[in-house]
């Protein structure tokens, strides 16, 4: 029988989202216990999800001994410490994003993790839409050809009623604006699918709303395998989309422009020639559809748990994720193109807090 683990979810914004994704692997998980600060969100999943205990004090899930994950699902400022806690305390965590607020915790986090045999997942659900999924297998066949350049539309609209919790729009709690908040799920699939950035350059504004954080950004991507990207950005549009388009040899692949699951089918995959539309169409057709979102991550990250392995998501997919980050608000603060990786002698390995 598969062995169910335990999951301890601190949280009770969108970890409603999580519980729905652990409810679709009930024979893998079960969630015995949800913390949170605000009883009434928090009391009112545990009733809906049939949650046997709720408390407001986290320590007392890092001293259970009946928990094998802890999932933290707290604003940006407060995932290192309750991530370095979790671990020190024998769980396995996933921790949502964005991960930390430097790469230097993010490797710090490494080495934390790395003198245990404990396993840390960073969420980035968007990955596991099947449209992006069948160019990952589309590349896996050799059947895209060179990469030449990707663009990556995050086009979406946060009016001031969004910026009303009071931890986000400030860069202390929200430690970055819709670079980091925003457009790092699709930023994420431009790794996911070409590995990691070379060099950055960028302008960002404030543009929308009266925060401190950026809602604007534009950038010019170089990547280490040689394609170029360009990213844009916006929490000022009136029509929200998400749109990526990857440009190879032999053949495009666009995605679907709704902005939330721009993930998910159906991707159009054009190539130059009708023989090789007819390859490309025969692969599709074999394609086997899985879950998405949350309900796919999880289930990966019980299997790399319970039978070994690289979780789905790992501290260096979320070290590249906030490379780029790094890079772009030091390009756009010195008016220079940034080369990566970050490392520790760069001037905002520590914090890129301005
Ligand atoms: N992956 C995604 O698609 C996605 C979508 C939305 C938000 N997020 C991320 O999820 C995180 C949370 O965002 P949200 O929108 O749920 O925020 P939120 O403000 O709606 O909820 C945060 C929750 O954390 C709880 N909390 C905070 N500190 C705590 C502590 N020390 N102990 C126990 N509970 C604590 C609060 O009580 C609250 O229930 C952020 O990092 C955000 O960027 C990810």
Not at 103 to 122: H, L
Not at 136 to 149: A, C, S, V, Y
Not at 222 to 246: C, D
Request: glycine share 8%; hydrophobic share 40%.
């Amino acid at each position: 029988m598969t062995r169910k683990l335990r999951v301890g979810v601190v949280g009770a914004g969108i970890a409603q989202r999580h519980l729905v994704g652990y409810k679709w692997n009930e024979s893998l998980y079960e969630v015995p216990v949800l913390c949170s600060l605000d009883e009434d969100r928090g009391q009112a999943l545990v009733a809906e999800y049939g949650i046997a205990e709720y408390t407001q004090d986290v320590e007392t899930l890092f001293a259970r001994d009946d928990l094998d994950i802890i999932d933290i699902s707290t604003p940006p400022h407060s995932h290192f410490d309750l991530s370095r806690r979790a671990i020190e305390s024998g769980k396995h965590v996933t921790c949502e994003k964005p991960l930390f607020g430097s790469i230097a915790e993010v490797d710090e986090m490494a080495r934390i993790v790395a003198g245990t045999d404990r396993k840390f997942m960073p969420i980035f659900q968007y990955r596991y839409g099947t449209g992006l999924q069948k160019l990952k297998m589309l590349i896996e066949l050799g059947l895209t050809g060179r990469p030449f350049l990707t663009t990556i539309e995050t086009h979406w609209w946060r009016g001031p009623a969004y910026y009303e919790v009071p931890w986000r729009g400030k860069w202390a709690t929200e430690l970055g604006g819709g670079l980091l908040g925003h457009a790092i799920h699709a930023h994420d699939m431009l790794n996911y699918v070409h590995g990691a950035c070379a060099e950055v350059f960028a302008y960002g504004e404030t543009l929308v709303n009266k925060i401190e954080v950026e809602d604007t950004m534009a950038l010019a991507v170089k990547m280490q395998n040689g394609s170029l990207a360009s990213l844009s950005m916006t929490l000022g549009s009136r029509k929200e989309i998400s749109r990526l388009r990857f440009c190879f040899a032999d053949m495009v692949a666009e995605s679907i422009l709704e902005p939330y699951t721009m993930g998910r089918d159906p991707w159009v995959f054009t190539a130059g020639e009708p023989e090789h539309q007819a390859r490309i169409d025969a692969a599709l057709a074999n394609y086997v559809v899985k879950e998405d979102g949350y309900t796919r991550q999880f289930e990966l990250f019980h299997q790399a748990i319970v039978e070994g392995g690289e979780p789905p998501v790992t501290l260096q997919d979320a070290r590249n994720s906030l490379e780029l980050v790094t890079a772009a608000y030091h390009s756009q603060r010195t008016g220079q193109p940034t080369p990566l990786p970050i490392t520790a002698d760069h001037p905002l390995y520590r914090s890129w807090l301005p």
